[in-house]
């Protein structure tokens, strides 16, 4: 018989900007007589292609403008996880950072879904091997030993996912490896949480245009293909994703 206390639910605003991103590419109209595939299509694909990974890499870790989006590991409100080994020259990500990421994100009540990370970095810790405990072995067992599980296959394809703890793990080298702590200035990153928490924008998606007109063009008898992309990409919940940075890639 007591009354419910009234409350009302609280929202915010992911503001989204139309971004332009755009490819030209001049072509000798001689391919187009000569070519012999479908170099149209070729041209288009390729354009495609291209930008699709400028804008993975803008949205990952662009420092962000009026004409640029901001990246996902520049936002402040990211949860941020320090590798267990740290140096003056860069940090050595160790076997307990991988819970510890993934129990950080949880903390911020997000659902962790995967990592990303460099190809060479998901190397390095599938060939990670403790110091051997018998004198005479070169080495002891893998410590990242979860990654090379008997009943579980060992992806190579970096177009499909590895395995992490159980996690997704996919591999890009549009990660950074330039990243900077002391002397050294060719360090990455590992970047993990729920992806499903990034939206991404895109107006009519990607436009095509061709066009043999004009002084130029004309003259030098060539094709021009342009691309445009206008999009944009925001954390709804910067705290759900988790970055561990300025990591040694070994």
Not at 163 to 169: K, R
Not at 193 to 220: C, H, K, R, W
Request: glycine share 8%; hydrophobic share 40%.
């Amino acid at each position: 018989s007591q009354a419910i206390t009234a409350s009302e639910q609280t929202t915010g605003d992911v503001t989204l900007q139309a971004k332009k991103l755009a490819a030209l590419v001049k072509i000798p109209n001689e391919l187009f007589r000569f070519a012999s595939v479908n170099l149209e299509m070729f041209l288009r694909d390729d354009v495609a292609k291209v930008l699709a990974l400028k804008l993975d890499s803008a949205l990952l870790q662009g420092v962000g403008s009026s004409n640029a989006p901001k990246g996902l590991v520049n936002y402040a409100g990211i949860t941020t996880h320090v590798a267990s080994k740290t140096g003056a020259a860069g940090d050595t990500f160790q076997p307990e950072d991988v819970a510890l990421m993934i129990g950080k994100t949880e903390e911020a009540n997000a659902t962790f879904r995967g990592f990303v990370m460099r190809p060479l970095m998901y190397t390095a810790l599938v060939n990670r091997r403790a110091d051997a405990a018998t004198p005479g072995d070169k080495a002891g067992p893998f410590v990242f030993q979860y990654l090379r599980g008997l009943d579980e296959p060992f992806p190579l394809d970096r177009t499909k996912p590895a395995n992490l703890y159980g996690y997704p793990a996919w591999k890009s080298t549009n990660i950074s490896n330039t990243r900077v702590k002391g002397a050294a200035s060719n360090l990455s990153y590992i970047l993990g949480g729920d992806f499903s928490d990034y939206l991404v924008g895109m107006s009519s998606v990607l436009e095509f245009a061709i066009s043999t007109q004009g002084d130029t063009p004309f003259q030098n008898d060539q094709t021009w293909l342009r691309g445009i992309l206008l999009c944009d990409g925001a954390p709804r919940h910067e705290a759900s994703f988790t970055l561990c940075d300025s990591l040694i890639i070994g």
